[in-house]
């Protein structure tokens, strides 16, 4: 609408565009996620749960000492371990293998009597 020379609209525009960027970018985001959690399924019912103790190191990609009975392995994962602070060789079932490992903590991230999901990774151990 044009009123005295200028051209006058509402406002609800940037946010309806934002909204719809949002969406596009965030979908095939979702999509792919979702692919991810399904490739670790797969590759943890090939190869079965383990039970290991774990000690988590803090940082900003916490990595994980997993310790089973006759093996240790170094694992690194990219999501926000709260829970890290309290967990120093605690029981956790690890499933997979390679970059589609998840590591399953039996104290949940908000409630004690949950299950906590992480998606993890092998990596070379440090000399740290």
Partial sequence: ??????LRGDS???FLTFLTFSAL???PMCL???RLWRER?????????REATATVRTGLFPKIDVFFENEYKFLATRRSLRIAPRVKKAPVFVGGEGTDMIVIF???RFHKDTLYTVPAKEIEPDTD
């Fill in 32 to 34: 792919y996620a979702a």
């Fill in 1 to 6: 609408m044009t009123v005295g020379g200028s």
């Fill in 25 to 27: 970018l965030g979908f």
């Fill in 41 to 49: 399924y797969r590759s943890a019912s090939r190869t079965g749960l």
């Fill in 106 to 108: 039996l104290r949940g």
């Fill in 12 to 14: 609800g525009g940037g």
